[in-house]
């Protein structure tokens, strides 16, 4: 994204107070005025030199402030400054300059990196200001060639000691208004709308459904797997069970093929009556083994 070069000066009255904007609700979210979230008159922004022709405020020919010096990696470099009136504004952050008659709206995902640092004033002292890394690219999303422009603002002496800890928070919120476009080919490779099976299975899938299988082969459930729990629906039930709800493949866990079955009366309780008839004393009924001579 580019920055979009002004030549008139911005108005408090081209915007809607952030005070006002949360104390009603607007007729619309999507049209109307944009919110200004933060407004600084007379601060002071500066570049180094070398960035000049990036930005319209700070042309290529612009004198290096006096006593202006910025370090990077130890190397001091020599600072460009221009007295500014900053929007901080729902749709860009906009900074104008008087002096060139000239300004610029910036998108907030150009702003990569902004921080509150200390910096020396012409008397010395430290004062907080805010600094910015700017990202500037004209070849579309896909265009890894940027231009990096390093801004800092200096609020006026005449604002209050944590008008740049505000300015830093109407960008940090105007920027959440405007998240990084999502570039398709960076979508989470896991992201699926269905459900997806690690590893080989040779279970048949039912028909109309999305993660669900018919039974093993063999009459038994399909094996445990990540988001499968081998489950019988209403497409494989009556491979399972009869009309009367009755198991009629597999056997309990541990049996085998050919085992007979159980004879008549297996799991039925006998009264005493019939245990004393067969031999198997009162005493005894409770444990129903016979008595041994």
Known sequence: MLATTIRSPPSVEDYIPLSDYQSQTPESFSDGKPVLHFHLKGAVASIPKSQCGTLTIFPTDSPSAENAVARTNGDAEELVEQKVDVFVNSEHFTIFSEKTESGVSIPY??????AVKQVTA??????????????????????????????????????????????????????????????????????????????????????GFTGVLRGAADGGLPPPMPGSGGWITAENVHEYFDQDGNWIKGGAEGEEDGEEEPGEGAGRTRPREELEADGVNGDDAETKRPRVE
């Not at 500037?136 to 800092?152: I, P, R, Y």
């Not at 208004?177 to 459900?195: A, V």
């Open 109 to 114: 995902p150009s702003i990569s990196i902004h």
């Open 122 to 207: 012409q008397d010395g002292s430290n004062t907080p200001a805010i600094w910015m890394q700017l990202e500037f690219s004209d070849g579309g999303a896909d265009d890894d060639d940027f231009n990096t422009v390093e801004l800092t603002i200096v609020p006026p002496s005449s604002e209050s000691p944590g008008a740049a800890q505000q300015l830093y928070d109407a960008i940090a919120n105007c920027s959440n208004l405007h998240p990084d476009p999502i570039n398709g080919d960076e979508e989470e490779e896991d992201d699926y709308d269905r459900i997806v099976f690690e590893g080989n299975t040779e279970q048949e899938p039912v028909d």
